[in-house]
């Protein structure tokens, strides 16, 4: 029974990924040829050049990009709840169950926030990401379903984890805006933006917005860390104890607090506001791959 | 912030106030922040005493040179050493030094009406004019009471202000850092911490000579260790077959206190309490259990020995030393609790329960040392001095025969490895984090708004102001101008 879950999972999980596959191609086919060239060159305003964007010619293909995430959505969900069903524990027991598990919740929030802004044009980064999470996820991290190790035993892997991956999803959200917003900021200094990025919002939404998402997950974040540390002190013997893991949640959550000092306090914007946002979301990024796959210590569930 | 940093005045006092303002300025916190953050790094790259001894002691026998250098900037006691002490200390102090004075502002303000209603409010954002009855006051007083604004009326106007949750959540937040700082130091200065190896069939008492490694606070002693028993009854450990990685781990136990005695379960996110001290199940082996006899026939040993586990199939390695024995001997040994048995030579285990169980010896006899006041490994025997004479093995049950005389391998027991830990401050941590989230949630979600409204002839002037650009406002005051227009 337990493989057998496990092998419906794998489908799940693969028809997923041709699903996002799909999907990336019908993003990048919209974004592509939206980009509409002039067709009189207008001489009179010296400018040659100026493409536009139309997105009524390319509506089907948005459509059916949308449908697909909703379709790979779908898939994903019933991959994690398989997965979760072949081992009877909820599916992050290691590192390929966090990564689908992860790359669900990072759909799930596009397509939340889609019902209430127009954020397609993020739709190809986001079907692109969830590809190669679950790319990755699939051929360098799959392990086969096991029980739970002892330690993970407790209901606070529910609560820890949940908290750990909502905060990692929405501070890897507000990088994407800030590297947006870096990006767009050079290409904007330098002539004006490339026209399939005309849709992207302007640099002063960009910038509130990851701001927004940091302000709005700190405290989650912070509260992950207490009841990693509550779950410590029950698994442990110490609630905290400088573990590899714990201290670069504790690097990341001292970015994060300096950002948001900077921000509110002295009044960081724009540039430099972006580059400590960025660097503080490459800490969590970093914890999450150098201690699962290379690092030492308590937290090395990945199985590798 | 400063702008331009000011030239001291000579004399202490200027000084001090000089240092003080720099310390405590923003800017200053900022950086100490920072340098918080990047001073955490080294502890996760290089090993740490605290988390891993014995990569510490590797590294002194692969690179002493190396090794040597770390040493001297406490780079294998990073969150311990006085350069990371500094930064956090003065972190605090420039924390303090930047709360304390906005609680007390912070306080004033609360205790003090809301400010007057300015005289233009067409200047402020939100402005609005319309048309009301007499009662519209009335109405907006009664509106502001039920959504609970502060208030202040003056003659034909209001002045309405709420909000003030958002700072007070960000000095509790500021302040609960400090009662975490103080948990941590009390339960680094009052607390215990200790482990002993138990086998199953012993009894655990709670004194120091029970322990294998036991360390205290500064400022307590082996006189606070509370009195309390453990005998463990029965200890199983459960493995999945297909990747050999523990499914569960369980302990019967018979916990006396007072006088009194109960059966309870100990496992590993359940550890067993009493106050401020817990146990903790932290890890587990097997002892064989052996009987050594010598040259004349006599039982010169005989019960459990524990082995320490070296890999996840626990393999393990021990020594069994019987300086009663005449002549003296020693066994260098291997236990494994599944003999592969396939390989012909060498100590491998294929499964970590004890489904094949085989002991792998070799027999050594002279002086072992025990006296010589040098402190030994239990599980190494030092043979420099001494002299092979056997080499062998034995399953449950086998005898094997040396000329100087016998082991016999009765049976094999596991062992669990108790950890004892008592942290007097970790109830104050926890409340410091309960107290930090709630902080931080009150702070970075509220928002701190002004509405006001006058009266003027037969018609009212409305506008409204939020600090830190919180969004909503407009909704807000939409809501009360329909209240204020009596059109519900």
């Known amino acids: 029974m337990q493989t057998t879950w496990a092998y419906i999972s794998n489908y799940f999980i693969y028809s997923a990924m041709a699903v996002f596959a799909i999907s990336f191609v019908a993003h990048a086919f919209e974004t592509a040829f939206a980009v509409r060239a002039p067709e009189k060159a207008d001489v009179t305003q010296g400018n040659l050049l100026v493409k536009t964007l139309d997105y009524q010619r390319t509506e089907k293909a948005a459509r059916i990009a949308t449908a697909m995430m909703i379709l ?233 | 912030m400063s702008e331009k940093i000011e030239v001291p005045e000579l004399g202490a006092v200027g000084l001090a106030r000089y240092l003080w303002r720099q310390i405590t300025s923003m800017r200053t916190a900022l950086i100490l922040l920072m340098m918080m953050g990047i001073a955490a790094i080294p502890g996760s790259l290089i090993p740490q005493r605290i988390t891993n001894a014995i990569a510490v002691r590797d590294l002194y026998d692969s690179n002493p040179n190396l090794a040597r250098w770390y040493d001297r900037f406490y780079l294998f006691d990073v969150y311990g050493s006085p350069w990371f002490s500094a930064i956090y200390i003065l972190l605090f102090i420039s924390l303090i030094g930047c709360v304390l004075p906005r609680t007390l502002e912070h306080y004033k303000a609360m205790k003090a009406q809301p400010p007057a209603t300015p005289r233009n409010l067409s200047r402020l954002e939100h402005h609005q004019e319309f048309k009301v009855d007499d009662a519209a006051l009335e109405r907006a007083a009664s509106w502001f009471a039920k959504n609970r604004f502060r208030i202040k009326r003056v003659e034909d106007s209001i002045s309405a202000e709420k909000g003030y949750l958002r700072e007070t959540g960000n000095l509790l937040f500021h302040l609960s850092l400090i009662l975490i700082l103080v948990g941590v130091s009390f339960g680094a200065l009052f607390g215990m911490r200790g482990e002993a190896i138990i086998n199953v069939g012993e009894r655990f008492i709670n004194v120091a000579t029970t322990y294998d490694t036991l360390s205290f606070g500064k400022l307590t002693s082996e006189k606070s260790l509370q009195p309390f028993e453990v ?181 094999v027991v596991p062992w669990v490895n108790l950890q004892v830990v008592r942290d007097p401050g970790k109830t104050y941590a926890l409340w410091g984090g309960i107290v ?27 506008a409204g102001l939020a600090k830190n650009e919180a969004p909503g406002l407009q909704a807000e005051i939409q809501a009360f101008v329909a209240a204020v227009k009596g059109d519900k």
């Open chain 1, 72 to 304: 790979g959505f779908i898939l994903l969900l019933g991959g994690v709840i398989a997965r979760g069903l072949s081992n009877k524990h909820v599916p992050w027991g290691n590192m390929y169950e966090f990564s689908i598990t992860g790359a669900l919740a990072f759909t799930g929030a596009y397509l939340a926030a889609l019902r209430k802004y127009d954020l397609r044009w993020l739709g190809l980064f986001i079907s692109l990401a969830v590809l190669l999470t679950l790319g990755t996820a699939i051929t360098l991290l799959y392990r086969d379903s096991a029980p739970l190790v002892p330690a993970l035993k407790s209901t606070w892997l529910v609560i820890h984890v949940v908290a750990a991956i909502i905060s990692g999803g929405v501070f890897l959200l507000a990088n994407v805006v800030s590297g947006a917003y870096l990006y767009l900021d050079y290409k904007e200094s330098r002539g004006g933006r490339p026209a399939w990025l005309t849709r992207v919002p302007t640099l002063e939404v960009l910038d509130q917005l990851s701001y927004r998402l940091v302000a709005f997950v700190f405290p989650l974040w912070t509260f992950a860390v207490i009841a990693g540390a509550i779950w410590a002190e029950s698994a442990w013997g110490r609630y905290w104890g400088w573990d590899p893991k714990e201290t670069w949640a504790f690097i990341t959550w001292v970015a994060y607090a300096a950002y948001l000092h900077a921000r509110v306090t002295i009044g960081w914007r724009g540039r430099r506001a972006a580059w400590l946002c960025i660097l503080a979301g490459s800490t969590f990024l970093f914890n999450y791959v150098y201690v699962n796959v290379w690092g030492t210590g308590k937290h090395t569930y990945s199985g590798l």
């Open chain 2, 231 to 411: 005998k463990l009854d029965r200890f199983n450990a459960t493995y999945n077959p297909a990747t050999n990685a523990p499914i569960d781990y369980k302990a019967w136990v018979t916990v006396t206190e007072n006088g009194i005695s109960r059966k309870q379960i100990l496992k590993v996110n359940q550890p067993l309490t009493f106050g401020n001290t817990r146990v903790y199940l932290q890890a587990n082996g097997y002892s064989p259990v052996v009987t050594v006899r010598d040259s004349r026939g006599n039982v010169a040993l005989q019960g459990p020995v524990p082995f320490l586990p070296q890999d996840a199939n626990l393999r393990s390695i021990g020594a069994i030393k019987v300086p009663d024995a005449d002549p003296p001997v020693g066994f260098v040994a291997n236990f494994v609790p599944t003999n592969q048995r396939t390989s012909g030579q060498g100590a491998i285990s294929v499964f970590p329960e004890l489904l094949d169980p085989k002991l792998l010896f070799s027999v050594w006899q002279g002086d072992l040392g025990l006296n010589s006041g040098v402190p030994q490994s239990v599980y190494r025997l030092d043979t420099d001095k001494l002299r092979k004479i056997g080499l062998g093995s034995v399953k449950p049950g086998e005898t094997f025969t040396y000329p100087e005389g016998s082991i016999t391998l009765e049976t």
């Open chain 2, 436 to 462: 930090a989230v709630l902080g931080l949630l009150s702070s970075l979600y509220g928002r701190r708004r002004r509405i006001w409204i006058r009266k003027v002839g037969d018609s009212v002037e409305v």
